[in-house]
């Protein structure tokens, strides 16, 4: 089975703090995704990334940054944590090649509080 | 931008009824996925359709593509409470390569 690890289910940091926020996958797929989830807001994507070093905006990037150094792992960056980032990140890897219909492996998730 | 709306929002119902939650937009998409999100968990991928009118079962789940490709239904038969979760559809729409997510259905099935 394809496993998607996020390194933390829970996280609490104080505002301005940077954060790290580490997923890492083991089916050598070649896309990973990066989403908050907020109720009554529903999924929404922040960054994505076909291949390593490479890295393209989502829906609502501001604020964050992300990193892909190997092809496993895809970290999320929240460079001064704010208390409108209190959010559960999810992230998923998908082998489907880009261009075709995506289907995404999601981690657990990790809720993150800022305070 | 693609819109995905789903209803009902919240679902509360009792073990061994049926029920049916729906997933609609105005744009075509190529094809479309349903997602279940067990508390604390990351969503599962139960189905992908992608032939307008397509149906396909998994148990006593059936899931139906329109014929226009703008909509999709869920229908679950006899439900049980382990078919309890957040149920979502996501949509890959034709010249986009991103999934677009509906905000989803919140089922609670009462033993």
């Known amino acids: 089975d394809v496993k998607v690890t996020q390194s933390s289910r829970y996280l609490v940091k104080r505002t301005g703090e940077k954060v790290f926020l580490e997923c890492v996958q083991d089916?050598?797929?070649?896309?990973m995704f990066w989403y908050r989830q907020d109720p009554g807001l529903g999924l929404r994507l922040i960054y994505f990334s076909y291949d390593v070093k490479m890295k393209e905006k989502g829906d609502i990037p501001e604020g964050y940054s992300v990193s892909r150094e190997k092809k496993e792992r895809f970290s999320l960056i929240l460079e001064s944590a704010s208390t409108n980032q209190t959010s559960m990140y999810l992230c998923?890897?998908?082998?489907?090649?880009?261009?075709?219909?995506?289907?995404?492996?999601f981690g657990s998730g990790t809720q993150l509080s800022v305070l | 931008t693609q819109l995905l709306e789903q209803s009902p929002q919240f679902l509360s119902i009792q073990e061994g009824e049926n029920l049916t939650v729906y997933c609609n937009s105005s744009s075509v998409f190529s094809s479309l996925q349903w997602y279940r999100q067990e508390p604390g968990e990351g969503p599962v991928l139960l189905v992908t359709?992608?032939?307008?009118?397509e149906v396909k079962k998994l148990k006593r789940l059936t899931f139906q593509f329109g014929d226009a490709r703008k909509d999709s239904s869920l229908h679950i038969t006899a439900a049980q409470p382990g078919d309890t979760g957040l149920y979502l559809c996501a949509g890959s729409g034709a010249g986009s390569y991103q999934l677009t997510f509906g905000k989803g259905t919140k089922l609670s099935v009462i033993p």
């Open positions: 359709v992608v032939t307008g009118g």
């Open positions: 089916m050598d797929h070649e896309n």
């Open positions: 998923a890897s998908s082998v489907t090649p880009r261009g075709m219909d995506e289907k995404l492996f």
